[in-house]
């Protein structure tokens, strides 16, 4: 009788410790799935956001192309639109264009959690920083755009400031700094 107890409760005991690394087993893959699941998710959220900023841009390119139906649709046109006026409205269709554009990718890298690409996006950001037409955009409407993007571009202004007689930016020492 003996015997066989023993023999039931190393058996019982067995089946204890195959249960508990049946669960850790099983913790690790729920941990595991809940992981993929959020990077899956996050992928699906960075796809839909890029979708939508295409969107943009391609809502850009059409007024670009069409400054006159820009002048209307964002309420400016006032009768019979001048070929400087028009000239204006592609020139801002153009500076939105690539505040939208910067606003993808800002968003996109974001998502991506890709931090090392960031100094070259901003670098390549600050040229556009130059052109007067992109600066009164941004002025203009920048309440249009999200904190990581308007963080972003006001710190790329900050290092382009505009010359006083030529409206042109050009760098400042702050830029050198970082």
Same mark, same amino acid.
């Given at each position: 009788?003996?015997?066989?107890?023993?023999? $039931?409760?190393? +058996?019982? @005991? /067995?089946?204890?410790?195959?249960? #508990?690394? =049946?669960?850790?087993? %099983?913790?690790?893959?729920?941990?595991?799935? $809940?992981?993929? +699941?959020? @990077? /899956?998710?996050?992928?699906?959220? #960075?796809? =839909?956001?890029?979708? %939508?900023?295409?969107?943009?841009?391609?809502?850009?390119?059409?007024?670009?192309?069409?400054?006159?139906?820009?002048?209307?649709?964002?309420?400016?046109?006032?009768?019979?639109?001048?070929?400087?006026?028009?000239?204006?409205?592609?020139?801002?269709?153009?500076?939105?264009?690539?505040?939208?554009?910067?606003?993808?990718?800002?968003?996109?890298?974001?998502?991506?959690?890709?931090?090392?690409?960031?100094?070259?996006?901003?670098?390549?950001?600050?040229?556009?920083?130059?052109?007067?037409?992109?600066?009164?955009?941004?002025?203009?409407?920048?309440?249009?755009?999200?904190?990581?993007?308007?963080?972003?571009?006001?710190?790329?202004?900050?290092?382009?400031?505009?010359?006083?007689?030529?409206?042109?930016?050009?760098?400042?020492?702050?830029?050198?700094?970082?």
């Amino acid at each position: 009788m003996y015997v066989s107890t023993v023999v $039931t409760a190393g +058996a019982s @005991v /067995g089946s204890m410790l195959a249960v #508990a690394w =049946s669960l850790r087993s %099983l913790s690790r893959q729920v941990r595991a799935a $809940t992981k993929q +699941a959020e @990077v /899956g998710a996050e992928a699906t959220k #960075a796809a =839909s956001y890029l979708a %939508l900023a295409q969107m943009f841009v391609h809502m850009d390119e059409f007024f670009a192309d069409r400054p006159d139906l820009r002048a209307r649709i964002y309420g400016s046109h006032q009768g019979e639109e001048s070929g400087e006026d028009l000239e204006r409205h592609r020139t801002e269709a153009a500076a939105e264009m690539t505040i939208d554009v910067v606003d993808a990718g800002i968003s996109n890298l974001t998502q991506l959690s890709d931090s090392a690409i960031m100094p070259v996006w901003e670098a390549w950001f600050r040229h556009f920083t130059r052109s007067p037409a992109v600066r009164e955009f941004w002025e203009s409407h920048r309440e249009w755009y999200g904190p990581e993007t308007v963080d972003f571009i006001d710190r790329a202004m900050r290092m382009a400031t505009p010359e006083p007689a030529t409206g042109v930016a050009v760098e400042t020492t702050e830029r050198a700094a970082n």
